[in-house]
């Protein structure tokens, strides 16, 4: 939501009520989303942000030279763009994805006993779906899956933890997922085990509503600014107010893209992430050199990017999973970011109507059995997922 001059914004938690808006076609930007041209605006100068632990830091004076630019891709057509003149910044919600009929995916159900894994030397590996600061949800999950205890500690041993983004806005308490999330990869590493997170587009855009505020940035859509397009993708000003160095730190510091066992885990169902580099390596270096140089044009592009979506559905789906594997490793990948809802075309109850319980009780395999979706639409009375890989279908 945004606010008008002098006010003060109202926050609530969205409900699948306030998400159905028109198409992308038919929603123009909000005037609060739009600003004056940089010509008559004089662009802010965004504040200062400290290094994340481990960066290089520059000398005094220096300047962090940029990133050799990757040669020019055209946009693959499973990058979906749903319209010809979305807002820019936007994240859709129900009523402007595109479905996948229900007999195109799998549903997979998940696991409440650890199976065992061939290296004794490593313990199970699971995997958590977005969570939007649904802090309650998220702990329910890991004790559900023996990986905290009554008392929200780390119990899983040495089993390994991912994370795939998202951890904030639309829900009532990201900080607070953010801050477990921290405290538990601390438990983790001494019980032997590891807790880690990736990167979503929504951590992208809560660190630029910070930095950058509302300073203009250029997009395709005109100018716009981060702190609008937070507001307008359920940012909650609670979450703003206790936000702290070491959170900024934290989520500045975040890899994009991981291969684990196999898995190509990543945050966003995009072919966006071959832009930033040939090797998992580049792709997370690149990302951490473009939050440290702390451009607010650069910054959105990134944003921009990582907010893409569908690049798996459809006829081309498969060949764009191939492509991103025969790049970055791994036989199938692993992402949230598109609720598994909109896949089904499926939503959850409205406020006031009778419901038996979630409609998403497990992942969904697709695109030829090698994606498997993780985003259980908790926003949308789904399911938050935690499960154990590898899936067995």
Request: negative net charge.
């Given at each position: 939501?945004?606010?008008g001059?002098?006010?003060?914004?109202?926050?609530?938690?969205?409900?699948?009520?306030?998400?159905?808006?028109p198409?992308?076609?038919?929603?123009?930007?909000?005037?609060?989303?739009?600003?004056?041209?940089?010509?008559?605006?004089?662009?802010?100068?965004?504040?200062?942000?400290?290094?994340?632990?481990g960066?290089?830091?520059?000398?005094?004076?220096?300047?962090?030279?940029?990133?050799?630019?990757a040669?020019?891709?055209?946009?693959?057509?499973?990058?979906a763009?749903?319209?010809?003149?979305?807002?820019?910044?936007?994240?859709?919600?129900?009523r402007?994805?595109?479905?996948?009929?229900r007999?195109?995916?799998v549903?997979?159900?998940?696991?409440?006993?650890?199976?065992?894994v061939?290296?004794?030397?490593?313990?199970?590996?699971?995997?958590?779906g977005?969570?939007?600061?649904?802090?309650?949800?998220?702990?329910?999950?890991?004790?559900?899956?023996?990986?905290?205890?009554?008392?929200?500690?780390?119990a899983?041993?040495?089993?390994?933890?991912?994370?795939?983004?998202?951890?904030?806005?639309?829900?009532?308490d990201?900080?607070?997922?953010i801050?477990?999330v921290?405290r538990?990869?601390?438990?983790a590493?001494a019980?032997?085990?590891y807790?880690?997170?990736?990167?979503?587009?929504?951590?992208?855009?809560?660190?630029?509503?910070?930095?950058?505020?509302?300073?203009?940035?250029?997009?395709?859509?005109?100018?716009?600014?981060?702190?609008?397009?937070?507001?307008?993708n359920?940012?909650?000003?609670?979450d703003m107010?206790?936000?702290q160095?070491v959170?900024?730190?934290w989520?500045?510091?975040?890899d994009?893209?991981?291969?684990?066992?196999?898995?190509?885990?990543?945050?966003?169902?995009?072919?966006?992430?071959?832009?930033?580099?040939?090797t998992?390596e580049?792709?997370?270096?690149?990302?951490t050199?473009?939050?440290?140089?702390?451009?607010?044009?650069?910054?959105?592009?990134?944003?921009r990017?990582?907010?893409?979506?569908?690049?798996f559905?459809?006829?081309?789906?498969?060949d764009a999973?191939?492509?991103?594997?025969?790049?970055?490793?791994?036989?199938?990948?692993?992402?949230?970011?598109?609720?598994i809802?909109?896949?089904?075309?499926e939503?959850?109850?409205?406020?006031?109507?009778?419901?038996?319980g979630?409609?998403?009780?497990?992942p969904?395999v697709?695109?030829?059995?090698?994606?498997?979706?993780?985003?259980?639409?908790?926003?949308?009375?789904?399911?938050?997922?935690?499960?154990?890989?590898?899936?067995?279908?």
């Amino acid at each position: 939501m945004t606010q008008g001059a002098g006010q003060e914004p109202v926050v609530r938690t969205a409900t699948l009520r306030d998400f159905r808006v028109p198409p992308y076609a038919q929603t123009p930007v909000p005037p609060q989303a739009q600003v004056a041209p940089p010509s008559t605006v004089p662009p802010r100068a965004p504040e200062a942000h400290p290094a994340a632990p481990g960066a290089p830091v520059p000398p005094p004076g220096a300047s962090v030279p940029p990133h050799a630019p990757a040669p020019h891709r055209p946009p693959h057509p499973g990058n979906a763009v749903v319209g010809d003149e979305q807002p820019e910044g936007y994240t859709p919600t129900e009523r402007d994805l595109p479905v996948i009929r229900r007999g195109d995916t799998v549903q997979v159900q998940s696991l409440t006993e650890p199976r065992p894994v061939s290296d004794d030397s490593r313990g199970p590996l699971f995997v958590v779906g977005d969570v939007h600061g649904y802090l309650a949800e998220l702990m329910a999950a890991l004790a559900e899956q023996g990986l905290i205890d009554a008392d929200g500690n780390w119990a899983a041993g040495n089993a390994r933890l991912w994370f795939l983004g998202d951890f904030t806005d639309r829900g009532p308490d990201g900080i607070g997922v953010i801050d477990l999330v921290m405290r538990l990869s601390a438990e983790a590493a001494a019980a032997g085990g590891y807790c880690k997170a990736l990167m979503g587009n929504h951590e992208l855009l809560l660190l630029g509503a910070k930095r950058f505020a509302d300073t203009p940035v250029n997009s395709g859509a005109g100018t716009a600014t981060f702190q609008a397009a937070w507001l307008l993708n359920g940012g909650q000003k609670t979450d703003m107010e206790r936000l702290q160095d070491v959170h900024l730190q934290w989520m500045s510091r975040l890899d994009a893209v991981i291969e684990e066992d196999g898995h190509l885990l990543m945050h966003s169902d995009t072919t966006a992430y071959l832009d930033y580099g040939s090797t998992i390596e580049d792709v997370n270096d690149t990302i951490t050199a473009i939050l440290t140089r702390n451009d607010a044009d650069e910054c959105w592009d990134l944003f921009r990017k990582l907010t893409k979506r569908f690049a798996f559905r459809d006829e081309g789906g498969a060949d764009a999973v191939r492509e991103l594997m025969a790049t970055y490793g791994g036989q199938r990948v692993v992402h949230g970011h598109s609720p598994i809802p909109y896949l089904l075309g499926e939503a959850g109850p409205e406020e006031g109507e009778d419901s038996s319980g979630p409609v998403i009780n497990g992942p969904h395999v697709y695109a030829d059995g090698l994606a498997i979706a993780m985003d259980g639409g908790v926003t949308m009375a789904g399911k938050l997922l935690v499960v154990q890989l590898p899936l067995h279908d």
